[in-house]
């Protein structure tokens, strides 16, 4: 009987763990992906591009550390050994799709759908995001954004955000190109 009570008691703290992050997930995405920050209707593509994300880490896995001196808020220093955590969680996430549901202000679509979803209007974008990647203290955390306008143009990042009263927000950008 035990047992069973410790069994069950453990699943449901597990599942309220796991609902716990699925919640948090969601903010965060609202909180990036607000209605108001962008002029174009927005798309979420379902999976992320690998070869832009090998492109952007084998940029940032040359360098022994990333800093951001010019913050006035807050010093600090990305590892070598924070990079390479963050690359190889990255890595896992290529075949990782989003959902209708994960979004509750955009439409998701397929990876093969978006020339055609962008050639129809000129004032649509189509955004690539990644899953939450945390850090070691789990209050700020890197996201990969990779944003796709008009066909033809775009940019793409890893960057940190922070939550600062309720909101999460952009608190540094670790690479960022246009294309």
């Avoid at 129809?120 to 796709?148: E, G, W």
């Amino acid at each position: 009987m035990r047992l069973l009570t410790f069994f069950l008691l453990f699943s449901c703290l597990s599942n309220a763990q796991g609902l716990g992050y699925e919640a948090e997930k969601r903010e965060l995405l609202s909180d990036i992906i607000r209605p108001e920050a962008f002029k174009l209707e927005t798309f979420i593509a379902t999976k992320i591009d690998s070869a832009n994300v090998e492109h952007l880490l084998k940029l940032i896995l040359e360098k022994p550390y990333i800093t951001n001196f010019s913050n006035q808020e807050r010093d600090f220093i990305i590892t070598g050994e924070e990079l390479e955590y963050f690359a190889k969680n990255l890595r896992k996430q290529y075949q990782l799709e989003w959902k209708e549901d994960d979004f509750n202000n955009r439409k998701v679509i397929q990876q093969s759908d978006i020339p055609e979803c962008l050639d129809q209007d000129i004032n649509r974008q189509v955004m690539m995001v990644s899953h939450p990647i945390y850090k070691s203290d789990q209050t700020i955390f890197v996201y990969l954004a990779n944003l796709c306008c008009c066909g033809a143009y775009g940019n793409s990042g890893l960057f940190l955000y922070t939550k600062k009263d309720g909101i999460w927000k952009k608190s540094f950008k670790i690479i960022e190109e246009d294309y």
